[in-house]
């Protein structure tokens, strides 16, 4: 019983350090960090996850390299629609690979990421600060800018599956009320208005089996004094 006590608590002091790792309750959520972690790991052949997410994009190299690689497709969207509208010329240019977290020159790479994701036209709402990464201020806040380049790129042409069923959707929705504009583009992307989430009706059919057992049973607790076999019978 012991160990079973312990194993328990080890598991919910994980789970619960998962959560708190992006500062969100809903464990909903953070399956569109997982979307993320699987479509940016696709394009750069990076094993990303969760856990690592944050730590391997932090001086911003990877960010600038995911820049990179999505505009190539920006490019082709530009040369096939005439009508495209203004959209970066180039990815980020001499960022630092190989530089501290906390460093300028990692810094400097974040700017030049977000200075790169306002010329894809990522929302101003949807643009971490800084410091939200750099000094983990709001990790939530840098998912939710990845996901908006993430459906620019998906706009521009390039595959994405970065959509949310109803109940996740929901939860975003949540996270809009709670915090204002800066999830904004996520929760309108994700069906505009809050869904419904499917109801279900808990009440029997009158001709359902559970329910023909509910009125032999109704009719057992209004007559003590008849056999049950006999009601049952009927």
Not at 71 to 94: F, T
Request: glycine fraction near 6%; charge should be positive.
């Amino acid at each position: 019983p012991f160990r079973v006590w312990c194993s328990v608590v080890c598991s919910s002091v994980l789970s619960s350090g998962i959560n708190a790792e992006y500062g969100v309750k809903d464990e909903r959520m953070l399956v569109m960090v997982d979307k993320l972690c699987v479509w940016m790991g696709g394009i750069l052949d990076e094993k990303l996850n969760r856990e690592n997410l944050i730590p391997q994009i932090r001086n911003g190299a990877l960010m600038c390299k995911l820049a990179s690689e999505i505009q190539v497709s920006v490019d082709e969207y530009v040369g096939k629609n005439d009508e495209a509208g203004p959209l970066p010329k180039r990815g980020p240019q001499n960022f630092s690979e190989s530089c501290g977290n906390r460093s300028m020159e990692a810094r400097e790479n974040v700017m030049k990421f977000l200075t790169w994701s306002r010329e894809l036209r990522v929302p101003e709402s949807s643009i971490f600060s800084p410091d939200d990464l750099l000094k983990l201020k709001g990790k939530m806040n840098v998912v939710n800018t990845l996901l908006a380049v993430a459906r620019r790129a998906k706009e521009c042409g390039m595959a994405a599956d970065i959509d949310a069923p109803p109940k996740i959707a929901n939860a975003f929705k949540g996270l809009e009320e709670k915090f204002g504009k800066k999830f904004e583009h996520t929760a309108t992307a994700f069906g505009g208005q809050k869904q419904a989430l499917k109801e279900t009706d808990m009440k029997l059919s009158s001709t359902s089996p559970w329910k023909i057992v509910q009125q032999k049973i109704d009719l057992i607790l209004q007559l003590p004094g008849k056999p049950a076999y006999e009601i049952f019978r009927a």
